[in-house]
């Protein structure tokens, strides 16, 4: 789960939602060939479901056990985050290209804990999974480092807006950053000028903690849902 903060609220957006939402912006990227990418398709299906995995984990908040408070998909448990991955990249069996994709991506998002023995499995699983359907799909290393470029571009775009982080994060040479008024600004500009309008859902729950997962999962259920308005642009 995303966590926002709202006033005195949280607002909740699920991972499958913010990777539709990256997609649907990259589907407009026009600079480093993508448009003419032969394996277009692929790439943004495995943009579109990297955080598949995230769906029967975002069914409900997850809880700190200590605080009762919202944890959102950095401070989840190690073995939630661990346990999401297999599942998305095994959705997209039927699709080498993409599943070799987003089993690169989890290798480099938890690249900062590569010499933590406790995450050393995890590492050996997703490169397994990663070199088998790459060799699936006929591509080289050097092409999963080129095309995943666009899976992590999304990925940072749509958390980006998601989350309202306010550093500007840097990727291949472009860096992105959120802006007053929910405008996404990406330098340089690689929707030849246009600008990217989208919205996504969000559900808002009150900033505090909850006695049980029960009571936090009543209170998703039956929050009110925020629809979030944005823009990517050059």
């Known amino acids: 789960m995303i966590v926002r903060p709202h006033g005195a ?39 579109a479901e990297h955080d598949s995995g995230w769906r029967e ?49 989890a290798i480099q998002i938890y690249s900062r804990f590569k010499d933590d023995a406790a995450w050393g499995g995890f590492f050996a ?26 899976v ?8 980006t807006f998601c989350a309202a982080w306010d550093e500007v994060q840097q990727i291949g040479g472009h860096d992105i950053q959120l802006r007053e008024g929910g405008v996404v600004t990406i330098r340089p500009d690689p929707f030849g000028g246009s600008s990217v309008p989208f919205d996504i ?12 997962g029960a009571e936090s999962a009543d209170a998703y259920h039956n929050a009110s849902i925020i629809t979030l308005s944005g823009i990517a642009r050059g």
Do not use: C, K
């Open 201 to 212: 859902p969000a559900r808002a729950l009150h900033n505090g903690s909850f006695q049980s």
């Open 152 to 159: 992590r571009m999304g990925d940072l775009i749509s958390l």
């Open 9 to 47: 609220s949280l607002l909740l957006v699920t991972q499958p939602d913010h990777a539709v939402l990256a997609a649907r912006i990259m589907d407009r990227w026009l600079t480093r060939g993508f448009p003419g990418e032969p394996r277009r398709a692929s790439i943004l299906r495995a943009i």
């Open 57 to 105: 984990v975002d069914a409900a908040p997850l809880l700190d056990e200590a605080t009762g408070r919202v944890q959102d998909f950095i401070s989840a448990p190690a073995q939630v985050r661990q346990n999401v991955w297999p599942r998305a990249v095994g959705r997209l069996a039927d699709d080498p290209t993409s599943a070799a994709l987003v089993a690169e991506h």
């Open 125 to 150: 699983e997703m490169a397994v999974l990663r070199n088998e359907h790459a060799s699936r799909a006929g591509l080289t290393a050097e092409a999963i480092e080129r095309q995943y470029f666009f």
